[in-house]
């Protein structure tokens, strides 16, 4: 199945390891640029994930308001780039600019 959008589109690529269950989320626009990214971090990860070999790779495309991500305590949504930088936006300030 192939999908197509007129403007890249951030993705959420989940790398699973053999014999862990939690996976390592990598964010990228395309599996290249993903693939790339997991092998520079593959040694910063904690010790558990070396000498591992990667057994399976997902991909998520966020939906607004409802995907999230938790970084140094605070909860972030996505939101996409037409609302933040980055794509992703403070829960707080989601919440204020729509609410419910």
Same mark, same amino acid.
Not at 1 to 25: A, H, W
Not at 83 to 89: A, E, Q, V
């Given at each position: ?23 390592? &989320? +990598? ?7 993903? =693939?790339?990214?997991?092998? #520079? /971090? ?5 010790? *558990? ?9 997902? &991909? +998520? ?7 999230? =991500?938790?970084?140094?305590? #605070? /909860? ?5 780039? *037409? ?18």
């Amino acid at each position: 199945m192939s999908f197509t959008f007129d403007k890249p589109c951030l993705r959420l690529y989940n790398y699973y390891f053999f014999g862990i269950e939690k996976p390592i &989320v +990598i964010q990228a626009y395309n599996k290249i640029e993903a =693939r790339q990214k997991i092998d #520079k /971090v593959k040694f910063k990860l904690p010790a *558990e994930y070396h000498g591992r070999k990667v057994i399976g790779e997902t &991909v +998520i495309i966020p939906s607004f308001g409802v995907t999230e =991500r938790t970084e140094n305590g #605070k /909860v972030f949504l996505w939101v996409g780039r *037409e609302y933040s930088s980055t794509g992703w936006m403070p829960r707080e300030i989601f919440l204020k600019k729509f609410p419910e």
